[in-house]
């Protein structure tokens, strides 16, 4: 009877922490389904769910990265795709987040975001400053694209309330109201390729046209520290792009609450490296998930101890 009780009470421990694992919900915080965010944090969820024990992990629309660090900080159990500036601002308490600082922690950086800044010939959208007098969307409500536009067009000596008609719409609404002829010019910051600008380029009797920017970024960096680069996005990109894009580019990281336990994190994080080539499938810009690219100062926020521990544990040394 001992023995029966002893094995009884083994079985029910044994469920309880069964009970407890598939109890660990995540949810991805990632974009709009018009960007890269959406499809890799489809991806990400697919991974987790299928190669984390007792994880189920599923992707949600959201505005971008400043709604999903608004939902970081409200401490329930996310992940979230967001660019380094507005993980900074979000990390500070300031801009968007004035007087809200979020506790975020760095899980792993991800991949570079290039600011597209699309017209279409025909719109007499040549360079930032001819934006004067025009219709322009600066990225939805909630996003890291209009944090980046706004530095952008201040950079460019532009005000951006007073100098064009501002609307706010994600990049799938931006290139329609761009063929319907709502608007003069978008800002949209992503990864290559980005399939809603990809569809632009595509659509027939539409010329896309990539504004060069990249002259600003140093008066950017000036202002708000060294968050930005000059890159390029290439003219094989988008069908129609006459030459190489000048632009400016942000990092994308992978971060979470301060409250993570651990583990979760390291699990987290192995799971992205061990499964590679499954994010890759998803969408190419995975390819750009490397271990070179996780440095100390590789992003601006600090780096989870989860994360820190698996790093660690590939001979780089994070703190």
């Known amino acids: 009877m001992k023995r029966i009780k002893t094995l009884l009470?083994?079985?029910?421990?044994?469920?309880?922490l069964a009970v407890t694992a598939q109890a660990q919900n995540i949810s991805i915080a990632t974009g709009g389904t018009g960007g890269v965010y959406y499809p890799m944090g489809g991806g990400l969820a697919a991974v987790l769910s299928k190669h984390v024990p007792g994880m189920s992990a599923t992707a949600e629309v959201t505005g971008g990265s400043v709604d999903n660090l608004k939902l970081v900080?409200?401490?329930k159990p996310y992940v979230a795709f967001s660019m380094s500036d507005a993980a900074l601002?979000?990390?500070?308490?300031?801009?968007?987040?004035?007087?809200?600082?979020?506790?975020?922690?760095?899980?792993?950086?991800?991949y570079p975001n290039r600011m597209h800044v699309v017209s279409v010939?025909?719109?007499?959208v040549n360079k930032i400053a001819d934006m004067k007098g025009k219709r322009v969307s600066t990225g939805s409500p909630g996003s890291a694209t209009e944090v980046m536009a706004f530095r952008i067009i201040e950079a460019a000596g532009l005000d951006k309330d007073k100098d064009m008609?501002?609307?706010r719409l994600g990049v799938a609404e931006s290139v329609n109201a761009l063929k319907d002829g709502k608007i003069d010019a978008f800002f949209w910051v992503g990864g290559l390729p980005t399939a809603a600008v990809s569809d632009l380029a595509n659509t027939p009797g539409n010329k896309i046209k990539m504004i060069d920017h990249a002259e600003v970024v140093p008066a950017m960096n000036k202002k708000y520290g060294n968050l930005y680069v000059q890159d390029t996005i290439g003219k094989d990109i988008y069908k129609g792009m006459d030459t190489d894009n000048k632009q400016a580019t942000v990092m994308n990281i992978l971060v979470a609450h301060q409250?993570?336990?651990d583990k979760t994190a390291y699990n987290i994080v192995k799971a992205i490296f061990d499964k590679k080539p499954d994010m890759v499938a998803v969408h190419k810009e995975a390819e750009n998930f490397k271990y070179e690219n996780q440095k100390k100062d590789a992003s601006p926020i600090p780096w989870h101890p989860g994360a820190v521990k698996y790093f660690a544990e590939k001979g780089i040394k994070l703190n």
């Open 121 to 124: 010939e025909g719109k007499g």
């Open 89 to 110: 601002d979000a990390y500070e308490g300031e801009d968007k987040f004035k007087g809200n600082k979020v506790p975020v922690r760095t899980l792993m950086v991800l």
């Open 165 to 167: 008609k501002r609307e």
């Open 9 to 16: 009470l083994g079985l029910l421990a044994g469920i309880g």
């Open 259 to 261: 409250n993570m336990d």
């Open 73 to 75: 900080g409200t401490g």
